[in-house]
């Protein structure tokens, strides 16, 4: 299923409610995905949305590239358009931190390099360091086939060590399925 918005008419509240995102009561929201889609994609014409439903395949062979299994089967991918030109792509997802869920938004280049991270809910009590801009820039640039290893690849915070593996388990599964789903069906 595919959807079109136009820019000043991002309506995205239902994206937002079929994912589940942001919907603990305690949670510290920090951005709307509507916020962060306008955000990010300014100079965009129109922003769509592409729901990837997960064959048995490929979800098999998602979760053997994370070594783990997924949670769901499927995901909205949105992509943003400027005529013919692709501007680039956005995932909204949650990973579990220490016992709480975070929110995170992954976006992507049009060859699908991460070019921003944002954490959009964060839930636990502490560790929230990994909001700092010197922690997420570490995602710049990072592909499919990059390294996400935290302590290898990826730098952790004293105190934030669970919710730096949770964000870079969610980054990493952000850039698989963009590759492997919207990228390669293109």
């Known amino acids: 299923m595919k959807g079109v918005f136009n820019r000043p008419a991002l309506l995205l509240a239902f994206a ?39 064959s048995v395949r490929l979800r098999e062979q998602v979760e053997r590239q994370l070594g783990e299994k997924l949670e769901k089967g499927e995901y909205i991918f949105y992509v943003a358009h400027s005529g013919d030109r692709i501007d680039g792509y956005a995932i909204f997802d949650r990973e579990i ?4 869920y975070i929110d995170f938004a992954t976006f992507f280049d049009c060859d699908g390099r991460v070019t921003r991270v944002e954490v959009v809910a964060y839930r636990e009590p502490y560790g929230d360091g990994i909001r700092s801009k010197r922690f997420r820039k570490q995602f710049i640039g990072k592909e ?5 290893k935290p302590g ?3 730098d952790v915070i004293s105190g934030a060590t669970l919710s730096a593996r949770a964000m ?3 980054v990493k599964r952000a850039t698989l399925l963009l590759h492997d ?5 293109s």
């Open 16 to 54: 937002v409610a079929s994912s589940g995102l942001a919907a603990s009561g305690h949670a510290q929201v920090y951005y709307s995905v509507r916020g962060l889609l306008a955000d990010q994609f300014r100079q965009s014409e129109i922003v769509d949305f592409k729901r990837v439903q997960l």
């Open 97 to 100: 931190g220490q016992h709480e």
């Open 144 to 148: 499919a086939a990059s390294g996400f």
């Open 152 to 154: 290898h690849d990826i």
């Open 168 to 170: 870079a388990k969610a």
């Open 181 to 185: 789903t919207v990228l390669t069906s």
